[in-house]
């Protein structure tokens, strides 16, 4: 099994730092990064399916180059390898701009399967992996909770999380596949991982290394971020101390205010 | 030119989704506001109803019988139907956020280019440009953004509109599949439903919900007693749902559904970012934590500090001494 996981590096919720600057990107100064949450329950069913069946999962990000650190991070999960795209005509790029750009990296490897995160927690726009598969005209299985390659059949299952439960879907291999947080919880990195992890290798790539014409407005967008503001505060409401009955007839008599009961 | 939106349109059992209602709505507005006009699109095995419901608010519906869509996933077939639609002259493609609303946006934007304005929780016109309203970062900022070309595929969130009818039903027209969708479609084998699945999130007019405060499985029967008194639905939160209590279809926020009830209820949900993203759009908001600082607190209406345990039953009880006497 090859499997290529597109791993972003992003804010790291866990600070709840997250903020746009003063041109309106992303500012990555005022968080830590990490992988993104969905990139690594991608990664983590990547590296047990490779622990089961043999052979190699590697990361693919699009990110400055300091993003190396934070790949450092998937590396020491497990990941053997690592490409990174880093270009200074990338900054900013918009949810087309990376999937071609993903899409033209991807291309350079050799995978059965293609991991993406089902979304990310900064952008968040849910895009990317469904184009990547579209460029590369290869079967998308999305928001999966569970991954079974059959290798002698060439051949892949996949449950899909539906509004009700979940679908089997089955597509032959290579694939694309969007994760999520069902497929478990990923392993924290041994020391072992993580001294391994220094020595993985990490080859870099720019825009021209990649070819073809992947920035087709010359680095500028045409999507535009044009202002932000804060969310609006709600209304300040009532606390209530009271011992749970009179609590209750309290809850009950706003419901009943309300038309709720 | 005047611009052309085309609203892809989602359907659940038969019928036309709440947030494909809500979008259509929102499409004619656009349309309305700038001369141009709003078309929709609906790609199923058995597409008439549905088709029927959108034109409810679009002048004019393309109705696809896809038997296809039975056995294979939908979305590379619903994107090739959109493509083709292209043709008469689209400009903006809207889609849901939803699992197969994303895909097709992403699906598009990779076979087209095209810039994507996504999560949009409304959008008006400022010149030409289309630009839309987004809740982004957990609901840490709004932003303004548009996209400076003729043309952009928008996501839309649950609420953006109200879903209003336009008074005069639009024409359906019923079309042949294009056949070949735009990436190999993965076949369906199975589809599987999880116990509660009947009951629609997203539509609930009450929701009651449980976090990890309620310490386990056991901890939702009570949830789920208080959602079926009030005639509500269950939803949890992702530590519930992690924990392993109840089913991921039932978790509420930035990764999971989003809910605008009249009434969402919690019991032992600290009111984390993440999860407010889900419910921040609810009318009234009543929490009961034990905790007097928990975070939930700012976005609550009322806010019950107690032990989840006393405080739900004797509820359960005050609303059923009320009904009977
Ligand atoms: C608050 C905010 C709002 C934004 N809104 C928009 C918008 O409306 N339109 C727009 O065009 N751009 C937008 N952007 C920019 C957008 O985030 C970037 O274009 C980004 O490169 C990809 O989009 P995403 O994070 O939404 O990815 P998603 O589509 O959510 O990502 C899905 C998966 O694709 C893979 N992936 C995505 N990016 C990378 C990467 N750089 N390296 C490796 N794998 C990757 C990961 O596996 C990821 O889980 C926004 C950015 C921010 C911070
Ligand atoms: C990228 C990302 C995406 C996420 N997406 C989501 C999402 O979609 N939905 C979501 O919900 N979360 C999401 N989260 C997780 C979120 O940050 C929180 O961790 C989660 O919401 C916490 O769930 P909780 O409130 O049930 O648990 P906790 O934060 O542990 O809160 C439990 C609460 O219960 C109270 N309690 C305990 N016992 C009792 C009792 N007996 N009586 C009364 N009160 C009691 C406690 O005081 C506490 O406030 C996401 C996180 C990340 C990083």
């Not at chain 1, 969007?178 to 478990?184: E, K, R």
């Not at chain 2, 001369?35 to 929709?40: D, N």
């Not at chain 2, 979305?75 to 849901?96: F, Q």
Request: proline share 6%; with cysteine.
């Amino acid at each position: 099994m090859r499997i290529l996981v597109m791993t972003k590096p992003v804010p790291d919720p866990a600070a709840n730092a997250e903020r746009l600057g003063p041109d309106l990107r992303l500012d990555r100064a005022a968080s830590p990064s990490v992988v993104n949450g969905n990139d690594e329950y991608g990664l983590e069913a990547a590296l047990q399916l490779v622990e089961r069946l043999g052979g190699e999962v590697a990361i693919l990000t699009m990110a400055p180059a300091a993003g190396v650190e934070t790949m450092r991070k998937a590396l020491a999960m497990g990941a053997m390898r690592g490409v990174l795209v880093a270009d200074d005509a990338l900054a900013g790029a918009d949810i087309p701009t990376t999937i071609r750009v993903l899409a033209a990296a991807a291309a350079t490897q050799e995978f059965d399967l293609l991991l993406g995160g089902l979304d990310t927690s900064d952008g968040a726009g849910g895009a990317v992996t469904a184009g990547v598969a579209a460029r590369l005209g290869l079967p998308l299985l999305s928001a999966a909770a569970l991954i079974e390659p059959d290798e002698a059949g060439r051949t892949v299952r996949v449950r899909r999380l539906s509004a009700k439960g979940y679908d089997v879907l089955q597509a032959p291999m290579p694939a694309v596949i969007s994760c999520t947080q069902v497929l478990g919880t990923p392993r924290y990195p041994s020391l072992k991982g993580i001294m391994a992890a220094r020595s993985r290798q990490i080859t870099t790539l720019s825009v021209a290394d990649l070819g073809g014409d992947l920035l087709p407005g010359g680095g500028q967008w045409p999507s535009r971020v044009l202002g932000v503001q804060p969310p609006p505060s709600r209304a300040a409401g009532r606390t209530i101390t009271a011992a749970p009955a009179d609590a209750a007839r309290e809850i009950a008599d706003f419901l009943a205010e309300r038309r709720l009961i | 030119m005047p611009p052309t939106l085309l609203v892809i349109g989602e359907v659940a059992d038969g019928h036309l989704t709440k947030l494909s209602a809500e979008i259509a709505t929102l499409a004619a507005g656009l349309a309305g506001s700038s001369g141009g006009t709003a078309l929709g699109l609906i790609v199923d095995a058995a597409p008439d109803g549905a088709a029927a419901e959108l034109a409810a608010y679009l002048p004019r519906v393309v109705s696809v019988a896809s038997a296809a869509a039975a056995d294979e996933v939908w979305a590379p077939h619903a994107a090739a139907e959109a493509r083709r639609l292209l043709d008469e002259g689209v400009t903006h493609v809207l889609a849901g956020v939803t699992n197969d609303g994303r895909d097709v946006a992403g699906l598009l934007c990779g076979a087209l280019g095209w810039g994507v304005l996504a999560n949009a929780a409304g959008a008006t016109w400022e010149g030409e440009r289309l630009v839309v309203e987004a809740v982004v970062l957990a609901g840490k900022a709004i932003t303004r953004s548009t996209v400076d070309a003729p043309s952009a595929i928008v996501t839309v969130t649950p609420g953006a509109a109200d879903a209003v009818g336009s008074g005069a039903p639009g024409r359906v027209e019923s079309r042949e599949p294009a056949g070949s969708p735009v990436v190999p479609a993965a076949r369906v084998l199975e589809r599987v439903a999880e116990a509660g699945a009947e009951a629609s999130l997203e539509e609930a007019n009450v929701v009651v919900v449980g976090g990890r405060g309620v310490g386990g499985p056991e901890g939702f029967e009570l949830v789920d007693e208080l959602a079926g008194l009030l005639g509500g639905v269950t939803g949890a939160s992702r530590a519930a749902v992690d924990a392993g209590w109840i089913p991921y279809a039932r978790q509420i926020g930035q990764t999971g559904k989003v809910v605008r009830p009249a009434l969402y209820l919690s019991l032992g949900v600290s009111g984390a970012m993440q999860h407010r993203a889900g419910m921040q759009g609810s009318q009234n908001v009543i929490a009961i934590n034990r905790d007097p600082d928990a975070p939930v607190a700012e976005i609550a209406d009322l806010f019950v500090v107690g032990d989840l345990f006393a405080v739900g039953p004797a509820l359960s009880a005050e609303i059923r001494a009320r009904r009977g006497g």
